[in-house]
């Protein structure tokens, strides 16, 4: 099943997210980027919600310029939630080599 997954944190453009899924996740669900940074750290993230998006762009197998796709929206595990994003950008900053100052 295709997917599209945003978030709206500053990340480094390294980070990947599926685009395609066996099945629908379900919110609370946690996905992993599927970028390994050096220290073999990837960066987990919540599913909060789950929106299905028309994407006139797409033409289906029936020749219709339209498809449905489900957006899914991902923030900071539980973990982070506890912690300040500042905080967040300080260790997403060490792992990515580029220091805090690159995203916040």
Request: with cysteine; proline share 5%; glycine share 6%.
């Amino acid at each position: 099943m295709q997917v599209i997954c945003h978030t709206n944190l500053d990340l480094d453009s390294r980070e990947i997210f599926p685009d395609s899924l066996p099945a629908l996740p379900h919110v609370g669900d946690e996905i992993a980027s599927g970028h390994k940074w050096e220290n073999g750290v990837s960066v987990h993230f919540k599913i909060v919600s789950i929106t299905w998006k028309m994407d006139p762009q797409i033409v289906t197998e029936h020749g219709i310029n339209r498809a449905w796709f489900p957006h899914i929206e991902l923030h900071l595990t539980s973990y982070w939630e506890k912690q300040s994003l500042r905080d967040f950008y300080i260790w997403y900053g060490a792992v990515t080599g580029r220091g805090a100052s690159a995203f916040i």
